[in-house]
């Protein structure tokens, strides 16, 4: 694979790439069944299932996945790992262009059963880059310039994307001698199909991109075919818009949940990667994505009866003791048998200062806001 003038910043992405396919893949397998599998906090094949009663036929192309033939808890696990392996032979030179084409139909999948847990910009990002990858393969320089066009659109702060800004004489010396040889001495792959994909790729980005513009200043429908290929571009994530949070918190505030057997003694439910027990530093998680945990943030900012009916759901699956659920916890306070009442508390944190940390050993400190979920 080679892209005129860049063939080895070309070679460098792609292996990029399938290593963020392979962290994303790795992230979400031990997750997946405990999110939205058939014990997990939102099902996904109950999800499929309303999608299906509301819109009928259309409902595949609102959520194209490969689930809607098994959304079984072995057939979500192994779509992971089949990523996971799709993401190793792309990093492979012989089967680069399958490899790619696994790992963005199972992403795509996996993204449009998880619901409000894959529902990030990020997710979203790794789709579109993924999908352009696979003409990156067939060599047509206007790939290069997509690539820009969603740099253009996301954070600069993106380091992947900006190899683009680059030129080969700068990874030169990264690569070393024999490698770039081997990469420059091959013959340039035949183009013209890729091109003329390519090409259709751009012409749809910029119609998608001037549709939504549209859209957003006047605040209408446009007319068809253009909202249509709006429609087919959210579905299958090829253009999106980015950008960062429209508001940012200047205070950390946490929901701790509790259960207890009399409604006098209360156990915290700690979480594996977010703050609770205030001895308890935060541990490095990155690439890993605990996305209950990060779900557990967004719900800090609301309350839990509006746009949070997934915590509901999570508060039930804790009544029930549903393994798969408990599992994306720290530990399970009550081993022998679920609790007869949970409730949430709202909390205050803060880092402790040098000297109260000293005092007391304690790496938080925390005032109560009152209740999230009353006792029940």
């Known amino acids: 694979m080679r892209i005129a003038n860049s063939p080895l910043l070309a070679w460098l992405f792609l292996r990029i790439i399938a290593l963020v396919y392979l962290a994303a893949f790795a992230s979400l397998y031990p997750q997946i069944v405990g999110l939205v599998g058939s014990d997990g906090i ?107 066009f969603l740099l253009f659109r996301f954070m600069l702060l993106t380091i992947s994307l900006c190899v683009f800004l680059l030129q080969d004489s700068d990874v030169r010396p990264l690569l070393g001698g024999r490698l770039c040889r081997r990469i420059l001495g091959r013959p340039p792959p035949s183009g013209m199909p890729a091109r003329l994909g390519a090409g259709a790729v751009a012409l749809f980005s910029l119609l998608v991109c001037g549709t939504l513009l549209c859209m957003s200043n006047t605040h209408q429908r446009p007319v068809q075919p253009f909202y249509g290929l709006a429609q087919i571009a959210s579905a299958f994530g090829l253009v999106n818009g980015y950008g960062p949070f429209a508001v940012m918190t200047t205070e950390r505030r946490e929901i701790i949940v509790e259960g ?20 308890k530093p935060l541990g490095w998680n990155i690439p890993h994505q605990p996305r209950l945990d990060w779900q557990m943030w967004f719900a800090a900012l609301g309350s839990a009866r509006s746009n949070n009916s997934w915590f509901l759901n999570f508060m039930d699956r804790l009544r029930e003791g549903s393994g798969p659920v408990l599992a994306l916890l ?36 925390r005032e109560p806001l009152g209740d999230y979920l009353p006792a029940y």
């Open 42 to 148: 939102l099902p996904a094949a109950e999800y499929l299932d309303r999608l299906e009663a509301a819109l009928g036929s259309k409902a595949l192309w609102q959520v194209p996945t490969l689930f809607w033939f098994n959304c079984s808890d072995a057939a979500l696990e192994s779509a992971c790992l089949v990523g996971m392996a799709a993401s190793l032979l792309a990093l492979s030179d012989r089967f680069i262009r399958v490899g790619l084409l696994v790992c963005y139909a199972l992403y795509l999948s996996l993204v449009g059963i998880g619901q409000t847990f894959t529902a990030f910009q990020w997710d979203l990002f790794l789709l579109e880059s993924g999908f352009l990858a696979m003409f990156l393969t067939g060599g047509p320089p206007i790939v290069v310039w997509l690539y820009r």
């Open 260 to 279: 207890s057997d009399d409604g006098q003694t209360w156990q915290p439910y700690e979480f594996k990667y977010k703050p609770g027990e205030l001895t």
């Open 330 to 365: 720290q530990y399970n306070p009550f081993p022998g048998h679920p609790p007869k009442y949970l409730r949430a508390g709202f909390y205050r944190y803060r880092f402790s200062t040098r000297e109260e940390r000293a005092a007391s050993g304690e790496i938080w400190r």
